[in-house]
Structures are given as structure tokens and as C-alpha cells.
């Protein structure tokens, strides 16, 4: 980071200057126009120890240019230009690069472009063909392990592919765009020698909506798949980020998982449900890196960690396995990161991403004897079908005590469940309940997980139920719980996560208010730490703002207020973190806003994102200031 300079402005005529800035500034555009944006990069993945040629596709994109990740196991060139604006990049990815989604961001002479992900994987790649509209110019592939990357530029563009399966042989078929680095969502057909459908999967399950598909094949010959895209009503488009992955391969499924957490410093067995897996040979649990949050709703109840990009792994030992379930027994180290992991299984067949862990500090009790500690306590459920399909816990409340119960389920990866929470007191009379923390589907709106606050009119003891919304029970409804005393509260996040600005320029940064269900209060929110040289507006939320889903249904209504900036013109060029808070009036806790990689078009909110630290601020020479200035830029750029 370059160092800051003072600015040494009056406290008057900054706020002057931030007055007439913010006057201009509503008055005009919501975003510089000239500033670099990735629509997206093609392909979005690439072969572990391999290094691949990429596009960068956007707007605004200048040489010389960094491809920057997250990781220290990633570096990209961007070597020369590209189609349409465009670049071509270098991505290099070390052999022992950890699978998954990486971020990516571009750094031009116009600053910080708006970040990607940027997928690695162990299988090996091969790339689609056009034209494959239809069987006829169906695209002929090999049936073996491998990711294909494809795109589908055009709202009218099916592909299809053609191979010779054997009878008796299981396949999976994961395509993956939406929450891993696409926004496309398609659906899989299978179909016969003569074209008739064998097989077919839209969403591949109550949360995500990309296909999957797992068949053993009857017959042996040719066959065919088939990817078409989703339209609707109204000609819906993936805005030029519609590239995908297509996982073909005989890999392990796991479905569910139980304990899905563990105290950290502890011995735990975890039992995994799925098929195929008789033949898992390693499983192992690291702790999730930024862009491997897939399932990160707003609002959200898992614990978010946003000031590290990973970590060691804990190997399992297998003590048991079938081709529907495996034992794992893990040894959490007592300095572990808390917070979410993933856990990893990998069979000849290949690896699978499977689900996400929760390493705390909370006590975890047994469930059967499970008592709310007063800081916090979790235990770890199935709903298995006794007790007429729904578990009860008994709480020892007292009168005008504020108490926050959870389940986490749908936010770790289980495909089904559905949870609710009611709570009744000693004589059986309903006092609270609540169902979703936001209504609505898949990865647009939807979070089915459960968060119930409530204050008891009276002490004593009080019976707390949870169960599924539509009774479903089974070894493979698993829920985690959690309660602890305290009010509803509030997250902030910033937006947009990286901004440019030229030296003695302004901008505005959104603030938004991520609401707790049963949270109110109005909030207060400035820059903290303001580096020298750049001043700041405070803004505030009003009490009962609005947040939820919109009148169509189909986009999330979040409040939003500006805190505007104006940086001085003696302000060193670089990079400054900007750190946001917010504090509840009347309140004394201060939360801090964590900024966030939104994977969707421009400004549309309500799809799948990341979490990030915080809120980059990139300050640029004047671009006409002089060719000197300009050559400097450059060769700072290129250096990074």
C-alpha cells in the first residue's frame, strides 16, 4: 500500500467541497463511466499444475494489466489485447493449488476492476465446440473424467454432445455456472440413440439452480446430452457472464452430514450420506476460503470470516464405509480458524466439494441433554422421524431476557430441509415462531434456515420445537443449533468493493443494512480511521427501513444510504482499505461493514455473492497530467 499524506483542509472547506461533491455527484452517473469492468473470464477454470490461456472480457480494459488472485497459488499475465475490448491473460495454477473457486481481479492504468472467480479443478479439461445446436451437429466427446467448459454467448444457444456409454456403468453429469463463477442457468437433458429422454435435472435441489445428473446407463451405444438454457417470460439473459462447467466423471455424492460442527480442539466422527461411496479412499476438511462461501444468503446466520484465504487441512480417518455412507473421524487442533470449512472426499472416480462445517468455540452439548449455555451453546440434530417427525428442546428462560435461537442447515450445503422454529411455554400455549429468514427460492431470495427472537413474558421452562416445514424426516435432515441470550442485530455491507478515484477526486460508496428478522433500531454509519488526505460524510438508516423481497418476487429491496469521499490531490496514489461502521443509536457496540463480491450484472444485488474484508479504494494520477505521470502509472501497474 503506497503511504498516505495529509491534507491538511479545514474542517470547513472539506465539508464545503463535500456538500457541492455530493450535489454533482447524485446529479450525474452512479458509476465512472471509465472505470475497467470484467463481464467475465473464459473459461472461468482451470487444470491444477496447468497453466491456461484466457479471456478477460469487458469493458474498459487497458494494457498493461495484472490478473491478481487471492491466492498465492494463482498468478495471471494479461499479455496482449483481446475481441471486442477484450484481453488475453496467462493463468498459471501451482500443483498444489487447492480445488475450488478462486477471486480474480484486473488492475489497469484506469485502476481496480471489479472482481471473478476463477475455478481450479483436478480433472482433465477439454473445451466445447460450436456449432452444436442440435443432434445432428451434436459435438462428439469421449465418456471419461473431465471438465468441459463451454459458454452460451446468445439466448437462442442450446449445446449438445454425443458419446458411446456401456450398460451397467454409473456417470455423473455436474454443470456448474451459477455459484461457481457464471451466472447461466441451464438445464440436462439426456437422451437415447433415437433422441428420446432418458434423463433430466433443471434445479439439483431445493437451493441451487444448476442441473445434476447421476445415471446408470441400461444400454450400451450411442447417447446424447443435451444443455439448454433458461429464458422465462422475459427472455431472461446471463449478461455476458454465461460460461460454464460441465463435471463429467464417476465421482462420491454426499448429500448430508452429521455433526455438521465441532468444537475446535475436539475428536469428532462425522457420518456422510450419499452414493458411490464405497470407494472413497481420503476425505479431508480445510478451512473455506473467501470465494468458497456458496451459499452465503442475506441475511445469514453461518459465521463469516473474511480475514483469511485458508488454511492448513485436518485429514479423516475412514472407519467405515458403504456406497450410502462413510465414517470420517477428525481431530480438530485447538488453534483451528473457526468459523465454516468444507469437507473434501475423494474417490478414484474423482473428488467432490461435499459440504460446509462449522469449527467453534461454543459448548456442544449432547442433544439429548442439551441446556443453552448463557454466552452460547450448539448442538448438532437430525430429524429421523421419531417424536412425530420434530425435535423438542426444554429452556430455562427468565422473564424480559432477550434470546436468539438458530438452525444452520440450508447454509452449509443440506439440499432438503427446511427448518422451523416454535417455542411454547409450560402449558403448551404458542409464544414464538418463525420459519425463513427470507422467503423466496434458490439463490435469488431464498434462505430457508430458521432464526427465532423473542423476550418471555414469564420465567420458567419452555418447550422448543423444531421441525421441517413440510414434515420430511430422515438419517439425512441434519440441522445444527444454536442459542444464546441476546438482542436482534444488524450487518453492514459496502458496495461497490473496489473503487477508483484520481487524485483531488470524489465518490460516493453505498452502505447497506443486512436486518436480523425482529431488528428496528435506526443505525449510524461513518468511515472509521479515515486515511489522511481523504474526507467522509456520515449517513444513517432510519428505524423500520424496508428490507425483503420486492413486489415481483424476484429481487430483494435492501436499504441503502451513500457516505461520500473526496481525497485530497496530494493524497499518494495506491491502494487504501476502508473500513465502515455502524453502530445501533443509543447503542454502544459498533459492527464494522464487510464488503462483498457480487458474481451478477451491474448492480443487481440480489444473486450470489462473496464475502470480502473490505471496501478497496485505488487513488490514480490525473490521466492528463503529464506523459511523465502516465509512464509511472504504468510501470506501477505492471509491477503489481
Known sequence: MAASRSANCSPRRTGLALALFAIAFRAGASEAPGDPWLDRIE????????????????????????????????????????PDGGLIATVRIAADAPPGPHIATLRTPRGRSNSRLFYVHEMRPAREVEPNDTL??????????????????????????????????????????????????????????????VAFSDDRDDYLETPF???????????????????????VNCNKNCGYMLRIGQTPVVEAASPLGARAGSDVTVSLRGRGLADVGEVWMQPVRRAEYYRLTFPFTIPL????????????????????RLQAEFRLPADAPRGLWRIWVRSPGGINDALSFVVSDLEEPDCARFRPAA??????????????GQDEYWLQLEAGEPLAVTTVAAQLGLPRIDTVL??????????????????????????????????????GEYRLVVRDRIGRTGPDMAYRLHVERREPRFVLLSDPENLNVVQGGGLSVGVLL???????????????????????????????????????????????????????????????????????????????????????PPRKRNDVRRPLESVRLTVLRPSDSSPEADGQLSASVGAR
Open 305 to 324: 470470516r473474511t480475514d483469511t484465504v485458508g488454511g492448513e487441512a485436518v485429514q479423516a480417518h475412514v472407519s467405515g464405509r458403504s456406497d450410502d
Open 422 to 459: 416454535e417455542l411454547f411455554d409450560a402449558e403448551g400455549n404458542l409464544v414464538a415462531s418463525h420459519d425463513d429468514l427470507m422467503s423466496g427460492q434458490g439463490t435469488v431470495i431464498g434462505n430457508p434456515d430458521s432464526l427465532l427472537h423473542v423476550r418471555p413474558a414469564q420465567s
Open 136 to 197: 445432428s451437429q451434436a459435438q462428439q466427446i469421449d465418456l471419461r473424467t473431465q471438465t468441459l467448459h463451454g459458454a452460451m454467448h446468445t439466448i437462442e444457444d442450446v449445446d449438445t454432445f454425443r458419446f458411446e456409454a456401456e450398460a451397467g456403468e454409473r456417470w455423473i453429469f455436474d454443470l456448474r455456472s451459477l455459484e461457481y463463477g457464471g451466472f447461466l442457468e441451464n438445464n440436462l437433458e439426456l437422451l437415447d440413440s433415437r433422441g428420446e429422454q
Open 514 to 600: 443486512i436486518p436480523e428478522p425482529g431488528f428496528s433500531g435506526a443505525v449510524d454509519v461513518w468511515l472509521e480511521d479515515a486515511p489522511d488526505g481523504i474526507a467522509a460524510t456520515r449517513a444513517a438508516f432510519t428505524a423500520d427501513q424496508y428490507f425483503g423481497p420486492s413486489g415481483d418476487g424476484d429481487n430483494v429491496v435492501i436499504p441503502t444510504v451513500f457516505i461520500d469521499l473526496l481525497v485530497d490531490a496530494r493524497v499518494a496514489a495506491g491502494d487504501y482499505p476502508l473500513r465502515i461502521a455502524g453502530r445501533t443509536r443509543g447503542e454502544e457496540a459498533t459492527a464494522e461493514a464487510i464488503s462483498t463480491l457480487w458474481i451478477g
Open 213 to 235: 445428473l447421476e445415471h446408470v446407463f441400461e444400454r450400451t451405444g450411442p447417447h446424447y446430452l443435451k444443455l439448454d438454457q433458461y429464458r422465462g417470460p422475459q427472455r
Open 43 to 82: 473459461p472461468f477454470g482451470g487444470q491444477v499444475g496447468q497453466e491456461v490461456e484466457v479471456l478477460l472480457a469487458g469493458t474498459n480494459l487497458e494494457l498493461p494489466a495484472a490478473l491478481e488472485f487471492d491466492s498465492p497459488h494463482l498468478t495471471g499475465e494479461a499479455g496482449r489485447a483481446g
Open 375 to 388: 454466552v452460547g451453546s450448539a448442538c448438532n440434530g437430525v430429524l429421523a422421524g421419531g417424536r412425530g
